[in-house]
């Protein structure tokens, strides 16, 4: 079964910077589309970021500028840079492979890694 293992998480100022990573095993990682999704309380998971095996990447609007992802294919990561942080992106944050509608391909997620942007 596919393991996502996310980290990187805290609690951090507005304008400030965090980079998340998460590590996956049990899938091709090199021939799958990752994406970054987020959930804040009382919301449905959604998507801020994807990257494909061309290092093709698409953001929700709401994170453009701001978020950066990256993959590396020799260690099964993925990363989310986030700068410029707002009180708006607390949320938990995981990682799942993508399909080109953006939705989640696998049922099981990882444990997430908590985002709380607060003064």
């Known amino acids: 079964q596919v393991q996502f293992v996310e980290s990187g998480g805290g609690l951090v100022q507005p304008g400030g910077s965090l980079r998340l990573s998460c590590a996956v095993s049990?899938?091709?990682?090199?021939?799958?589309?990752m994406g970054w999704y987020r959930q804040a309380p009382g919301k449905q998971r959604e998507l801020d970021a994807a990257?494909?095996?061309?290092?093709?990447?698409n953001y929700a609007d709401s994170v453009k500028g701001r978020f950066t992802i990256s993959r590396d294919n020799a260690k099964n990561t993925v990363f989310l840079q986030m700068n410029s942080l707002k009180p708006e992106d607390t949320a938990v944050y995981y990682c799942?492979?993508?399909?080109?509608?953006?939705?989640?391909?696998?049922?099981?997620w990882g444990q997430g890694t908590q985002v709380t942007v607060s003064s």
């Open positions: 049990r899938i091709l990682f090199s021939r799958t589309k």
């Open positions: 799942n492979a993508a399909g080109n509608d953006g939705l989640a391909l696998f049922r099981s």
């Open positions: 990257i494909a095996t061309s290092d093709y990447t």
